[in-house]
């Protein structure tokens, strides 16, 4: 099966589609989606809690990985821009570095990418399409696009997700970054706030002022920009 120019395969039951993408021979742009997914991961060591009804899905192509970075916005963009085309205006759906979506302030989707060789990606998505789990303690609590009153069903939302990404890896192709950044600074929550972030070294503050052509996170003190390369914003 393909959508668009992917190829395509539905699975019924995997440990991680992630996975299946690592360990496939094919090296050309693939989706494989799952019904059930029993073993579903975040980053860091995370797991990705992955309820009957909601989508997971990974993507597999090849890239040079230099534009790792820019990808990475690419792919929470289109997204975020999906999830945006089905609400009804009455949501707030924004990007938090860096590339959670939330919805009305909650988590709504996961974005995990890893590679399997050298150049070429792998691009797992989860997005709680039915039902959200309960979890204590998260920085953004969990929701779904149904609990937010927003009805699609998995694999409708994933060819819908398919023309965005399509669409804006066309523009970056044409264009290069900058207009992405743009449109992705545009739907980021708190830029030009003060934000915190928690590294594997401990916290650090600053105001965040946008992100670099590596999709670094900007924070600025006194006049000082510092970049920071991964964590988590509180
Ligand atoms: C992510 O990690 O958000 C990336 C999740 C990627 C999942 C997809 S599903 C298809 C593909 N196959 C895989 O095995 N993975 C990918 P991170 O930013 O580390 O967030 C993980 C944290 O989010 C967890 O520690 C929980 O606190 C919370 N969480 C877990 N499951 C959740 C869910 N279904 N909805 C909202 N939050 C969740």
Known sequence: MFINSWSWQDIDIVGS???VIKKSKDKGRQIVSAKKQINGRGRRGRSWESLLGNLFVSF????DINLLGQVIMIVGL??????KSISDGSQSVLLKWPNDVLLNNKK?????LERSDQDYLVIGIGVNTEKSPKIDGLIYPATSLKEEG?????????????????????????????DIKERWLA?????????????????????????DDNGFLLIEN??????IMAGDVL
């Open 17 to 19: 589609t992630n996975d």
């Open 60 to 63: 597999g192509m090849e890239l």
């Open 78 to 83: 289109s997204l975020q821009e999906t999830i």
């Open 108 to 112: 709504v989707s996961g974005i995990l």
């Open 150 to 178: 927003i009805e699609i069903d998995r694999l409708s939302f994933l060819k819908l997700y398919v023309d965005f990404f399509d669409n804006n890896l066309n523009i970056w192709e044409k264009l290069g970054f900058e």
């Open 187 to 211: 739907n980021v929550k708190d830029l030009n706030q003060k934000i915190e972030i928690r590294e594997d070294s401990g916290i650090k503050s600053g105001k965040f002022v946008g992100i």
């Open 222 to 227: 006194n006049g000082t920009v510092e970049r």
